[in-house]
């Protein structure tokens, strides 16, 4: 008795320390399972939209914190707090690459919401052309801080600055994209802006191809020298890691097909989401024709849902004006980013085919299933808003007296890739029916008098004075010259090439039409590569690259005016990379700067 009496103060005692001993893992597992993982933001930041004397820090996490703040100037001294959104339409899916997910569906079904939170930070009071450094902090729930490495930031450079931009596009997690990053930045080392002509990322919405593709070629992570590439060529696997670019310079996108989801849902799968917009106009007679009851909803935003939108890459970039057209200055340059950009449907004249040409012979019937064609996502045409924005803003003195007056959209005006076809131009529907009125076919002609980008944007241009024009959206290099001496240049080579159509090579056009199955549809001659051109197979020097080897990047150096291509030939990882093209896109007006001797070599090559 009297032991029992004694030992159970002691058992007591002894549970007591048992239960103390585990109390920290017991409440480490009870924590949400991000608690577990080291703490850390989800991208580095980036900075955004300079003026004369601020520029913004944007980063992400994927919790929402309590506090996130940008420390800069000399000694860290100086601070900006941040203002936190929440991305309302970032997911992740069955197709989706991402954490455990490396084949369909093993981890998402269906479309699943992301949380990941927006961190920008307005950092105020630079001095013009001082570079200073910072660092982001964002504070946990839990009270612990994450830092990010220092980096550097500067506000808009003032006139006459010597700069050095990085013109690219399409990167869309291609398998060269962090190579071709990786040896811009070994290059040229750190940039001063990039102009990027649209097509980001596949399927904007889908999160981690924007942060953590587990593949390792993300977008944010390809431009901040974050990647973890695997590159196989000839059996030699070579790992990229991007390059720390857009930590250091203002990232200046335009809008492209890419940038742009279809008509929304959480069931159907993001891909089919992204190949499924309709027009604005026909979501609205649908909206129309709906009952009052289901018509409650706010019409803007039912409209958006059901024809298309561009929400993600708008939460995800601060850019001036309406977002998606907008125009900037930066040092001498005088930037304008146009809309121009429609969806991408296939050519087959195929009877199961939801074309550029035609409606799927099994939705005849059944408008609501149709695609409408490559309809365009934001007129340009004359008289419509953009057009006239565009007027007013090559009107504008900005404009008028900058030193280089550049525009970039996504849609080719000159190319010899695949994707300049059919014109430019609102699809003209032709509905087919037998006697009985039934429909027995629905196809699309685009009337090339009425391509909007050369028959009302171009003479825009020409009567600006304008010097280059930068797009994409074919995946190769080439470049023009017109009789205004307007340079135009598609730099997107950064891997998965369309081709290049031009002698014997045809586009798939339909029998028929006015379209151009070889060469320029819009009658310019490309322009040889002034210094290296690639050989072709019968050994003469070819006009373009056009390439799933050989990757390319073009830098603007402001104080030449001399736009510099070089290629990198990815199948010889130690090779060393070739300037192979150079133009100059106006007179050097600024004091201080000369023409360099490296335009001389161009001038005394031999042409065929
Ligand atoms: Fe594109």
């Known amino acids: 008795m009297v032991n029992r009496l004694t030992s159970r103060p002691l058992l007591i005692a002894g549970l007591l320390v048992v239960f103390i001993a585990l109390a920290p893992i017991v409440v480490l597992f009870a924590q949400p399972p991000t608690y577990l993982t ?80 927006r961190h920008e930070a307005e950092v105020t009071g630079l001095t013009p052309g001082k570079r200073a450094p910072y660092q982001v902090t964002s504070v946990r729930n839990d009270g612990q801080l994450v830092k990010s490495n220092p980096f550097t930031l500067a506000a808009a450079p003032p006139p006459h600055t010597p700069l050095k931009i990085l013109l690219t596009s399409d990167h869309q997690l291609m ?107 026909v979501a609205a007679d649908i909206y129309q024709q709906k009952s009052a009851q289901s018509n409650s909803n706010n019409p803007l935003i039912w409209l958006k849902e059901h024809s298309f939108n561009t929400d993600t890459y708008n939460e995800i970039f601060t850019l001036p004006g309406n977002e998606n057209y907008y125009a900037i200055t930066f040092g001498d340059i005088r930037l304008i980013s146009l809309y121009i950009t429609n969806i991408w ?39 419509s808003p953009q057009y006239n924005w565009l007027k007013a803003e090559l009107n504008s003195p900005e404009f008028q007296q900058a030193n280089y007056k550049i525009v970039m959209f996504h849609h080719p005006p000159h190319s010899l890739g695949d994707n300049i076809v059919p014109p430019y131009t609102d699809p003209v529907q032709i509905i087919e029916r037998d006697r009985n009125g039934t429909i027995t ?44 001496g307007i340079h135009f240049l598609e730099s997107s080579n950064v891997g998965n090439t369309y081709g290049a159509y031009l002698g014997e090579k045809q586009r798939q056009v ?58 990198f030939d990815t199948r010889k990882p130690d090779s060393d990379i070739i300037k192979f093209d150079e133009f100059q896109i106006a007179p050097v007006r600024s004091q201080g700067f000369s023409l360099t001797k490296s335009i001389i070599p161009s001038l005394s090559l031999k042409y065929p």
Do not use: C
Request: glycine share 8%; net charge negative.
């Open 345 to 383: 449907r296939t050519p087959s004249l195929k009877p199961n085919t939801k074309g550029r040409y035609r409606e799927r012979e099994a939705d005849l019937n059944n408008p609501t299933a149709w695609g409408y064609g490559q309809h365009i996502f934001e007129l340009i045409k004359s008289g």
């Open 175 to 281: 398998p060269m994209t962090a190579a071709n990053l990786q040896k811009v930045a070994e290059t040229v080392g750190r940039v001063d802006a990039i102009f990027l002509a649209g097509d980001l990322v596949n399927i904007p919405d889908r999160a981690s191809e924007w942060f953590d593709d587990n593949r390792g070629g993300a977008f944010f992570p390809a431009l901040q020298g974050q990647a973890n590439y695997q590159l196989e060529k000839n059996n030699i696997t070579t790992r990229y890691t991007g390059g720390e670019l857009i930590q250091h310079a203002p990232l200046f996108p335009a809008t492209g097909n890419h940038e742009v989801m279809g008509r929304f849902s959480m069931d159907r799968g993001l891909n089919d989401q992204f190949n499924d917009p309709i027009p604005r106009q």
């Open 38 to 117: 080291p703490a850390q933001l989800l991208t580095d930041p980036f900075l955004q939209l300079p003026t004369d004397t601020s520029v913004r820090v944007v980063w992400f996490t994927e919790f929402a914190g309590t506090r996130h703040s940008v420390a800069y100037g000399k000694g860290l001294r100086r601070v900006a707090i941040a203002n936190t959104t929440k991305l309302s339409r970032t997911r992740e899916d069955q197709k989706s690459r991402v954490g455990e997910q490396t084949e369909d569906a093993q981890v998402y079904q269906k479309p699943t919401l992301r949380d990941i939170w």
């Open 510 to 567: 339909p029998e028929g039409k006015d379209y151009a199955a070889t060469g320029d549809p819009n009658g310019l001659e490309p322009i040889l590569p002034t210094i290296a051109p690639l050989i072709g197979e019968d050994n003469q020097p070819l006009p373009y690259i056009s390439s799933n080897d050989i990757t390319v990047f073009s830098i603007l150096d402001t104080s030449t005016g001399i736009v510099s291509s070089y290629r």
């Open 441 to 484: 076919a629905v196809r699309y002609d685009y009337p090339p008098q009425a391509d909007y980008i050369r028959r009302d944007v171009i003479p825009l241009l020409e009567n600006a004075g304008v010097q280059l024009v930068l797009y994409g959206h074919s995946h190769l290099w080439n470049r023009f010259v017109n009789a205004q």
